[in-house]
């Protein structure tokens, strides 16, 4: 099977990314060109796309578009691979599992393929890929890490091109095995870090190349935070989850609050029309009181499940009759691993449920993936970068205080046709960040029309 990047579908805001970042790219080569040494520029891209709407395709088919411009260089001056400049991606995460998936998602996860399901086939034979991580040696009488190394030579006789893929952790520690040298470095889920880890790794990868250029960095994150912003100024891609949520490409998307209660639908209409009401108001005490009182009233009108065995109970009769492939967030791993020996009593035998500690996760994980099994359990390890498009149901029974972790959650999965979420949680911040989304949406497609 050929994964090359022509078999692989553009949307229209890819394309119109794609078009913002080869103007971006088109800015600097003028910069270089007109020897402009009195007015500073950056080379840093914050590309802020919603969870699900293929950020990390967005960007590596612009580097393939990269590989393409020097191809044609070669081929117009007549020069051969090995005179042609070399290209080094230094590709950056938080956590080894994420690092792993975004080596998959560039060069195909099955060892037996050779291609790459972003990058075309013809410059794939020139480049060789590293990934590299820190764990602690076993060793009763040491703590000392040692880096790891998985490296994939190129099939070609030269090792010419290279992605290094690395955890933020190793790649700023004293051990780093590999030049500090890069042509493109991509910080993928850029809000998770700290100032002090952008510092240090600007100070370290972010300095002139042999011919006196900068290094391109994609800044990707779904939910950029202030620290982000100041570092890399204004997006240059936009992409918002209800944007793609308006799109007709997107899924469609059921929102359940599942409640033990009767209340109507005009009642919720009501608290709508509250949430528009208090959102309007100026006096910030004024609203903090309106907020309370709104926020007891949903209390009082809510009778949420208060054990597992109502909630197991409940989803057998909403969605396991039809043997659905569902993620459930719990709250944490003891209730993690509590609701999977219930749902394990209580449903099928062949259903394989992960969670967050588990020495078994991977081989859970990649079942699921793979259609082995019906149901994932975990914390918060599936919140940012798993690309699975098989989930057909997503299941809140963990709230969160945080807005952008609950977008994470929601938009992790909007890779297939139509997704049921169920919300057992049924917190007031899930409500107004719910109808804030929503009403995005009818916003943006009344703009449209």
């Known amino acids: 099977m ?13 394309l119109s990314a794609h078009k913002n970042m080869r103007e971006f790219f088109a800015s600097y080569i003028r910069w270089i060109l007109e020897h402009n040494d009195d007015k500073e520029i950056s080379t840093a891209m914050l590309i802020e796309m919603a969870t ?8 590596g088919s612009f580097i393939d578009y990269l590989y393409q411009l020097r191809e044609r260089y070669a081929r117009l001056y ?16 938080d956590r080894i599992f994420l690092i792993n998936q975004l080596k998959q998602d560039f060069f195909f996860w099955d060892p037996t393929q050779s291609k790459s399901p972003i990058l075309s086939d013809q410059f794939i034979d020139w480049i060789s890929t590293k990934l590299y991580h820190s764990k602690t ?3 009763d009488t040491s703590s000392e890490e040692e880096t790891i190394v ?40 850029a809000h998770n870090l700290s100032w002090e880890s952008y510092y240090q790794a600007f100070q370290k990868y972010y300095k002139p190349l042999a011919d006196g250029t900068m290094p391109f960095v994609f800044l990707m994150s779904a939910t950029p935070n202030k620290e982000l912003l100041q570092l890399s100024g204004d997006a240059i891609v936009h992409y918002w989850l209800a944007e ?5 490409y997107s899924p469609t998307v059921s929102y359940n609050l599942v409640v033990n209660s009767t209340i109507t639908p005009e009642q919720i209409d009501e608290l709508n029309q509250e949430i528009f009401r208090i959102q309007a108001i100026e006096n910030l005490n004024e609203k903090k009181v309106e907020v309370k009182n709104l926020t007891d009233r949903v209390e009082e009108m809510l009778q949420r499940y208060g054990s597992q065995e109502e909630l197991v109970q409940d989803l057998h009769k909403r969605i396991w009759k039809e043997c659905q492939s569902t993620v459930i967030f719990a709250p944490s791993v003891q209730e993690a691993d509590e609701l999977s020996e219930k749902i394990k009593k209580e449903r099928w035998d062949e259903t394989i449920v992960g969670a967050f500690h588990s020495k078994s996760w991977d081989d859970a994980f990649h079942n699921f993936k793979s259609w082995k099994s019906k149901i994932i359990i975990a914390v918060d390890r599936l919140n940012e970068w798993i690309d699975m498009p098989n989930v057909e149901n997503v ?18 999965w909007l890779r297939w046709t139509h997704i049921n979420v169920f919300d057992y949680v049924g917190g007031m911040k899930n409500f107004v960040w719910v109808n804030d989304i929503n009403r995005e949406i009818i916003e943006i497609e009344a703009e449209r029309e």
Not at 244 to 248: Q, S
């Open 244 to 248: 793609y949520l308006a799109d007709d």
């Open 150 to 189: 998985e490296e994939t030579k190129s099939t070609s006789q030269k090792n010419w091109d290279l992605f290094v893929f690395s955890t933020f952790q190793t790649a700023l520690g004293d051990k780093w095995p590999d030049d500090d040298w890069f042509t493109i470095i991509i910080i993928d889920e």
């Open 137 to 139: 040696k076993n060793d």
């Open 52 to 59: 699900g709407s293929g950020k990390t395709f967005t960007v």
């Open 395 to 412: 299941v809140f029974w963990r709230g969160t205080d945080s807005d952008k972790i609950f977008k994470q959650q929601f938009g992790r």
């Open 2 to 14: 050929n994964h090359s990047l022509s078999t692989l579908k553009h949307y229209p805001y890819q």
């Open 78 to 93: 007549k020069k051969s691979h090995e005179q042609l400049p070399r290209i080094k991606t230094l590709v950056l995460n």
